[in-house]
T-cell receptor, first 113, second 110 residues
Framework: EAGVVQSPRYKIIEKKQPVAFWCNPISGHNTLYWYLQNLGQGPELLIRYENEEAVDDSQLPKDRFSAERLKGVDSTLKIQPAELGDSAVYLC???????????FGAGTRLSVL | TQLLEQSPQFLSIQEGENLTVYCNSS?????LQWYRQEPGEGPVLLVTVVTGGEVKKLKRLTFQFGDARKDSSLHITAAQPGDTGLYLCAGTSNTGKLIFGQGTTLQVKP
């Protein structure tokens, strides 16, 4: 069974440019998470989806970040415009339900120059 | 706000040595998990502890959950270079959110 798939794996952009990350969760997992991870630190939750509904987006900087999960399966996280401080790894995870084990993708490493 | 403090942040040891990583909080968690993350990969779950005082063993790794469910420890016996990585503890908050500690970067030198 395929795990959580994220693309791209790496992205280098100039500041003020837009960028988008894509995540395909494990089949059958209703809950999807986007995390931000700075180098050598633990992941921090940005947003959690239950099917297509964002149920926890309190940590998402809504002035420049947006996310969608239109059909309740795959999801896109967007930053527009990107800032230097956005350089980090963006991790996607999924679980069967909120209380179940979260499985993580390999992440997208973003470098903003 | 529920926080998890991990210590030490960095650990560099020789192959064969033992080590312990600590994860502490002033808050109670319904469960606590330990993850291991290698460079360029996402965290991978090692174990979940649920009951206060619980001890779980995974080969050379021993995990313990504090009696009050506020802290946990990970002990590695006879560390090997393959144990190198970022070790993360994460607690399930009272709202169901997974809260991560800042991680412990372990380097085991041959």
């Amino acid at each position: 069974e395929a795990g959580v798939v994220q693309s791209p794996r790496y992205k280098i952009i100039e500041k003020k440019q837009p960028v988008a990350f894509w995540c395909n969760p494990i089949s059958g997992h209703n809950t999807l998470y986007w995390y931000l991870q700075n180098l050598g630190q633990g992941p921090e939750l940005l947003i959690r989806y239950e099917n297509e509904e964002a149920v926890d987006d309190s940590q998402l900087p809504k002035d420049r970040f947006s996310a969608e999960r239109l059909k309740g399966v795959d999801s896109t996280l967007k930053i527009q415009p990107a800032e230097l401080g956005d350089s980090a790894v963006y991790l996607c995870a999924s679980s069967f339900t909120p209380g179940h084990i979260q499985y993580f993708g390999a992440g997208t490493r973003l470098s903003v120059l | 706000t529920q926080l998890l403090e991990q210590s030490p942040q960095f650990l560099s040891i020789q192959e064969g040595e033992n080590l312990t990583v600590y994860c502490n909080s002033s808050s109670v968690f319904s469960s606590l998990q330990w993850y291991r993350q290698e460079p360029g990969e996402g965290p991978v779950l090692l174990v979940t502890v649920v009951t206060g005082g619980e001890v779980k063993k995974l080969k050379r790794l021993t995990f313990q959950f504090g009696d009050a469910r506020k802290d946990s420890s990970l002990h590695i016996t006879a560390a090997q270079p393959g144990d190198t990585g970022l070790y993360l503890c994460a607690g399930t908050s009272n709202t169901g959110k997974l809260i991560f500690g800042q991680g412990t970067t372990l380097q085991v030198k041959p």
